[in-house]
């Protein structure tokens, strides 16, 4: 089992930046995929960054690239979304998740855990 808590998240002006952290507990962390996904009001969640267990690959939605970035420290089973140029479409409830598996996927039906997602508003 994987327990995933997310902070980071808030209220910032359009052009802003936060960087979302997500700390993990229980079963081996260095060893699992790590994904960002994001939520906003009457919408389907959907992906934003994935990380696989070693930091070598990462891959982003379109909507956020040369924006976001993914990373991870697994000497402190954290990783990161560190989120620049915010835009008000950004808003959005973000959710960390971890897979069982090494690589990284953009597919949210492959993720295992789920943290309980941290807010982010961006105002214009």
């Known amino acids: 089992q994987v327990r995933l808590v997310e902070s980071g998240g808030g209220l910032v002006q359009a052009g802003g930046s936060l960087r979302l952290s997500c700390a993990a507990s229980g079963r081996t962390f260095s060893t699992n995929a790590m994904g960002w996904f994001r939520q906003a009001p009457g919408k389907e969640r959907e992906f934003v960054a994935t990380?696989?267990?070693?930091?070598?690959?990462?891959y982003y939605a379109d909507s956020v690239k040369g924006r976001f970035t993914i990373s991870r420290d697994n000497a402190k089973n954290t990783v990161y979304l560190q989120m620049n140029s915010l835009k008000p479409e950004d808003t959005a409830d973000y959710y960390c998740?971890?897979?069982?598996?090494?690589?990284?996927?953009?597919?949210?039906?492959?993720?295992?855990?789920w943290g309980q997602g941290t807010q982010v508003t961006v105002s214009s």
């Open positions: 998740a971890a897979t069982r598996r090494p690589i990284a996927t953009t597919r949210l039906r492959e993720y295992d855990y």
């Open positions: 990380i696989s267990w070693s930091g070598d690959n990462t």
